[in-house]
């Protein structure tokens, strides 16, 4: 069986068919890469845009056209910043450490559907191979607290893994819902699951997306459940001893991690490509089920999202940590449980997605 497509198997019709993938997933790695870092570039600027206007400041509008170009300046200061590893550090696990951090965050896009027909790696396991993945960030930030030998990095590094944890058993709870709906674990099932008036999961299983988005707010460190970052009590957490571009990197994991959370939100929840208007059965309306508009629909659902990540830093103060685990263990796992118990019941009486 060839492993690309039949217009990319032509045009590499003179290299070995093992060759071909090579090459062909190589690009597609390429591309997919560059466009989620390019993505997180612009989150940056569009996040200071959001959060200005809703303090009614103006926010970043001098680099560039309409502050376009910032973004760009940050990571230009950024790289001609020294990076200092402390002297009493492991050195190879200090810089090892933001890259596991980012590593696991850009890998889980492999089993992403896209718009209709398009997965790098359309797996079956797709969503136990993307909460492998993202369980394995956590290690990048022990590795990290622990690496630059100061009680301050290691507290915090505690304290971000501790929560991380917490939550990550909350979101897997909320996904077998997802699954029990679906019956499939492949993305792209899921997805097609959703088709048709009210398809959406989101109108069955309105409490666990609300757990599921709220412990992936959590699972990115992103306020106002920072306190990792905490800066009045343990300096800058776990990240304290890093600089320059390494102390980037751990920001550019939050926000692809971000990206990734809102998309994989649409997805499980909200029919991912799918046009909302998806079997409404009305003549003018049926332009935008066209599959070309799958990743526009997509697209729009992750913005979305991405807003909300935002709004709730501009409006919520930062909890206690002792709230954070008590809304975690004791209000979200059995939360969960309930309502997989319901989902339970209504299986057996075939309402909802299982009336078919």
């Known amino acids: 069986m060839n492993l690309v497509p039949d217009f990319a198997a032509d045009l590499l019709s003179f290299l070995p068919a093992w060759i071909q993938a090579v090459v062909y997933y190589g690009v597609i790695a390429v591309v997919l890469f560059i466009s989620v870092i390019l993505c997180m570039a612009f989150l940056t600027l569009a996040e200071r845009r959001v959060i200005g206007s809703i303090q009614a400041r103006i926010g970043p509008n001098r680099v560039g056209p309409f502050g376009l170009l910032q973004p760009f300046a ?24 933001p890259l596991l951090a980012l590593i696991p965050a850009l890998c889980t896009w492999a089993v992403v559907p896209l718009w209709p027909g398009f997965t ?64 499939s674990l492949n993305l792209t099932d899921i997805i097609e699951a959703q088709r048709g008036v009210g398809g959406y999961f989101f109108w069955w299983m309105i409490p666990l997306f609300v757990v599921y988005f709220i412990s992936g707010i959590a699972e990115t460190n992103r306020a106002p459940f920072d306190v990792v970052e905490g800066e009045s009590e343990i300096v800058a957490g776990f990240h304290v001893e890093y600089s320059g571009m390494a102390f980037a990197v751990f920001f550019v994991a939050e926000y692809v991690n971000m990206i990734l959370i809102s998309a994989l939100a649409s997805i ?89």
């Open 120 to 183: 790098v790696a359309n797996i079956n396991a797709g969503l136990l191979y993307i909460l492998a993945l993202t369980s394995a960030g956590v290690y990048g930030v022990i590795l990290a607290g622990w690496a630059a030998n100061s009680k301050y990095a290691f507290l915090g590094a505690m304290r971000a893994a501790a929560q991380m944890v917490a939550y990550e058993i909350a979101m897997g709870f909320a996904l077998v819902g997802v699954v029990m709906a679906a019956g």
């Open 268 to 356: 499980f929840f909200f029919g991912g490509w799918l046009s909302p208007f998806e079997g409404w059965g009305v003549s003018w309306l049926e332009w935008t089920t066209h599959p070309a508009l799958g990743f526009v629909w997509l697209f729009l659902k992750i913005c979305f999202f991405l807003f909300c990540f935002l709004w709730f830093r501009a409006t919520f103060p930062r909890y206690r940590y002792d709230q954070i685990m008590r809304l975690g263990w004791k209000v979200f796992i059995p939360v969960t449980l309930v309502w997989i118990a319901v989902e339970m019941l209504l299986a057996y009486y075939k309402i909802g997605p299982w009336a078919a």
């Open 74 to 97: 940050d990571v230009l200061k950024l790289l001609v910043k020294e990076i200092v590893i402390p002297s009493s550090s492991n050195k190879l696990l200090f810089m090892v450490a």
